[in-house]
């Protein structure tokens, strides 16, 4: 079994940078990255060009869990949402650091790194993108 170092965790642009990818023929953003558009078609060379992603954007729509599932030993309830940011692309994350009752569609928010999961008896710190209100 192969370790992967936290070096290497961190060296994935898309991870820990928002680093998507733009076309440069139409000019759309796509999260994740893409080696060709799938809107007008092109690849190759030149065409699809790194793009480093606005981490502020609005609710577009939210969740509340209020069922425990194990999954990383959350604290429940907790609120998870997509995030159009303001590039237009349409994100994921859990909504932190605000009272459930005051989220709604068009509040405006930020993305932040946080923990996500700690990885078995290593204890192996795994972070990634959480969503706080942008205040």
């Not at 928010?109 to 706080?132: C, P, Q, S, T, W």
Request: proline residues 4%; aromatic residues 12%; hydrophobic residues 35%.
């Amino acid at each position: 079994m192969a370790m992967v170092s936290a070096r290497e965790w961190r060296e994935i642009p898309g991870r820990y940078n928002l680093i998507g990818s733009k076309c440069g023929c139409c000019g759309k953003i796509f999260f994740p990255s893409r080696s060709f558009c799938p809107d007008c078609r092109r690849s190759g060379i030149g065409k699809m060009e790194p793009f480093k992603l606005s981490r502020k954007g609005e609710v577009y729509s939210f969740s509340i869990n209020h069922e425990y599932s194990g999954f990383n030993g959350r604290m429940m309830p907790y609120a998870v949402a997509f995030i159009r940011n303001d590039d237009g692309v349409m994100l994921a994350g859990q909504l932190v650091d605000v009272e459930l009752d005051k989220i709604e569609i068009g509040m405006r928010v930020k993305a932040v790194m946080r923990k996500l999961n700690e990885d078995g008896d290593a204890g192996v710190i795994h972070y990634g993108f959480k969503f706080v209100p942008d205040e």
